[in-house]
T-cell receptor, first 115, second 116 residues
Framework: EAGVAQSPRYKIIEKRQSVAFWCNPI?????LYWYQQILGQGPKLLIQ????????DSQLPKDRFSAERLKGVDSTLKIQPAKLEDSAVYLC?????????????FGPGTRLLVL | KNQVEQSPQSLIILEGKNCTLQ??????????LRWYKQDTGRGPVSLTI?????NTKSNGRYTATLDADTKQSSLHITASQLSDSASYIC???????????????FGTGTQLKVEL
């Protein structure tokens, strides 16, 4: 089966600009996650969707970050305006169900550099 | 506060040698522990998953152990290969008692480099 797709793979922007990332989860996976992974650190959860509803966005900096999953399939993550400290890899992951044994499958990530 | 700590932070070994990576956690209530391998420029890929009652799980040359009493896990890599060079991340799942669901806590990873 096809994996989690993300685009773009790389993005370079100047601070205060806006940027959007796209994720297409594995077909049939109801749960979708966005993570931020700063160099040398483990992924940090930004937001979790169950179908098109938000389950957990407690660590999402809502003043500048937003995410949506309107039809319960693809998702976009937006940063507006970007700051230097937003430079990181943004990983999208999906999971068939939120039951405990289910594996999360990660996409390749979008590497963002804010200058 | 739920935390997952990994050691060493980085490790260099020669091809063919064995190595062991450590993971200590303070996550509660514990549900399961996974080890992920993350190649450079790629997303993490699950290697093993262990629940409370399991104390060892193998996947090829990778063997994970879990001591739920001391809240420690290790990932042992046997006969290392150049392709084992990657970041290895320990992830612990905990239950959310109020409202249900579960939460994943990620370690910062161990960066392994296998050299000739």
């Amino acid at each position: 089966e096809a994996g989690v797709a993300q685009s773009p793979r790389y993005k370079i922007i100047e601070k205060r600009q806006s940027v959007a990332f796209w994720c297409n989860p594995i077909s049939g996976h109801a749960t979708l996650y966005w993570y931020q992974q700063i160099l040398g650190q483990g992924p940090k959860l930004l937001i979790q969707f169950q179908n098109n509803g938000v389950v957990d966005d407690s660590q999402l900096p809502k003043d500048r970050f937003s995410a949506e999953r309107l039809k319960g399939v693809d998702s976009t993550l937006k940063i507006q305006p970007a700051k230097l400290e937003d430079s990181a890899v943004y990983l999208c992951a999906s999971r068939k169900r939120t039951s405990l044994g289910e594996t999360q499958y990660f996409g390749p990530g979008t590497r963002l550099l804010v200058l | 506060k739920n935390q997952v700590e990994q050691s060493p932070q980085s490790l260099i070994i020669l091809e063919g040698k064995n190595c062991t990576l450590q993971c200590n956690y303070t996550v509660s209530p514990f549900s399961n522990l996974r080890w992920y391998k993350q190649d450079t420029g790629r997303g993490p890929v699950s290697l093993t998953i262990m629940t409370f009652s399991e104390n060892t799980k193998s996947n090829g040359r990778y063997t994970a152990t879990l001591d739920a009493d001391t809240k420690q896990s290790s990932l042992h890599i046997t006969a290392s290969q150049l392709s084992d060079s990657a970041s290895y991340i320990c992830v612990v799942t905990s239950l959310i008692l109020t409202g249900g669901g579960n939460k994943l806590t990620f370690g910062t990873g161990t960066q392994l480099k296998v050299e000739l």
